[in-house]
């Protein structure tokens, strides 16, 4: 990535004209000249010609006139551009403490390629840096791209993160830096705009970039919101009044408090509490022969596995998800009653099997709180949800930068000409 003056003239105005043209472009298919004069209140002179140095720089493409598609029949026929959706990428990281994912995206956001793969929980700060390394590569050869294609990279750690990416020391621990060993460095070496971001951070951009795009249903609308991953650990993105709370240090959604609420006692997530209540139990002997439980190897027993048997009616697994769903409505009243928000959305790879589980929690959740309970819903977005945070964030970096930025085309065309 390169830095660039910008569009060909050094006018400030010029830049501002575009700046607004370019934001227009982004969100849709195909713009008219007529559509960005009405948008913009720009002259149509002034737009075919920031049009045409947009075109110039690699951002933009003109495409077939309205009347040759059909589209126009009387008059002059409409000039119509789009967004040069391929003219750079960006990517986004899912960097977990057990599994990773990376994912290639247009820039309309659209993914073209992803890699996914576990890692060592426990492996070292310099071992995690070289398999997330890896990782990208791996990823961007999926998508057929080199590094200079790549325009900003978005990673969220779990971990909390302050405005330049870096993770807090925790006192007698290292577990936050362990899990966020400097990837800013890393990725800012490759010659990238990097973004480092606390995960369920990452998580609630998404889930308000899916509410945004989403028709108006019951709930969508929702400008005060949680969203928790609740797979090994539950971490916490917080949106109220339609924006990201981060905190001073990126520790607003940090969830060790939770080791002072009655009954809940711990950050465990939904994910780690079935899969490890389950193993006990069969440890025990408490598991019915008759249980689908019993005929899983126990070291493959997840809690995917128990929520399904919930489904179909196992009672061991029923009793699991009601213990699951008492000790959640508890954190649930906590958060509601803390924040004051319309919903909270549970996000993560858990989140597509959770149905029957959130059912259950909906009564302890009224028990426990004082006024309205807030909705609880399932994320949508499945085990994608951060690094689909990650791909907003990312190109939300390019569009605040786009008229510094020289696209890999244009700075081919550039050495060339």
């Known amino acids: 990535m390169a830095l660039s003056t910008g569009v060909s003239s050094p006018s400030l105005l010029r830049r501002m004209n575009a700046a607004e043209v370019l934001r227009h472009a982004w969100s849709v298919d195909a713009v008219t000249a007529s559509d960005l004069i009405a948008l913009t209140g720009l002259t149509r002179s002034t737009v075919i010609g920031v049009c045409d140095d947009l075109i110039d720089h690699g951002w933009m493409v003109s495409l077939a006139d309205a009347r040759s598609t059909g589209e126009y029949r009387k008059g002059r026929p409409a000039r119509r551009y789009a967004l040069a959706r391929s003219a750079g990428h960006v990517v986004g990281v899912d960097a977990g ?33 070289r398999t997330v390394a890896r990782l990208v590569d791996d990823v961007l050869a999926e998508a057929g791209l080199a590094d200079p294609d790549v325009l900003a990279i978005a990673l969220g750690v779990p971990a909390p993160t302050d405005a330049e990416g870096r993770s807090p020391v925790e006192v007698g621990a290292d577990f936050w830096v362990l899990m966020n060993p400097d990837y800013t460095g890393l990725f800012a070496e490759r010659g990238w705009a990097v973004v480092v971001e606390n995960d369920a951070n990452l998580a609630a951009v998404a889930e308000a970039a899916a509410a945004s795009h989403a028709d108006r249903e019951a709930g969508a609308g929702a400008t005060s919101f949680v969203t928790l991953l ?50 006990a139990a069969r440890q025990l002997g408490t598991v019915p022969a008759a249980s689908p439980l019993r005929a899983i190897p126990l070291d493959e027993l997840e809690a995917p596995a128990v929520l399904a048997a919930a489904d179909a009616g196992d009672a061991t697994a029923l009793r699991l998800v009601e ?42 959740l009224s028990r426990f709180t004082h006024r309205a309970a807030p909705e609880v819903v399932a994320s949508t977005l499945g085990d994608a949800v951060v690094t689909t945070g990650a791909v907003e964030r990312a190109l939300a970096h390019v569009r605040g930068h786009a008229l510094e930025l020289t696209l890999p085309g244009a700075a081919d065309a550039t050495r060339a000409s």
């Open 323 to 364: 213990r699951a769903a008492e000790r959640f409505g508890r954190v649930c009243a906590m958060l509601s009653g803390m924040l004051d928000v319309d919903r909270i959305v549970v996000a993560g790879a858990v989140a597509p099997a959770i149905g029957l589980l959130l059912e259950r929690t909906t009564p302890w």
């Open 230 to 279: 609740a797979g090994e650990r539950f971490g916490a993105g917080f949106v109220l009044d339609g924006a990201l709370v981060r905190g001073s240090r990126g520790a607003a959604g940090e969830m060790r408090l939770l080791d002072l609420v009655e009954g809940v006692g711990s950050a465990d997530g939904l994910g780690a509490l079935l899969r490890d209540w389950a193993r």
């Open 97 to 129: 403490r057990h599994h990773l994912t990376a994912v290639v995206a247009d820039l309309r956001g659209d993914v073209v390629a992803r890699v996914a793969r576990r890692i060592d929980p426990d492996g070292t700060a310099a071992a995690r840096r």
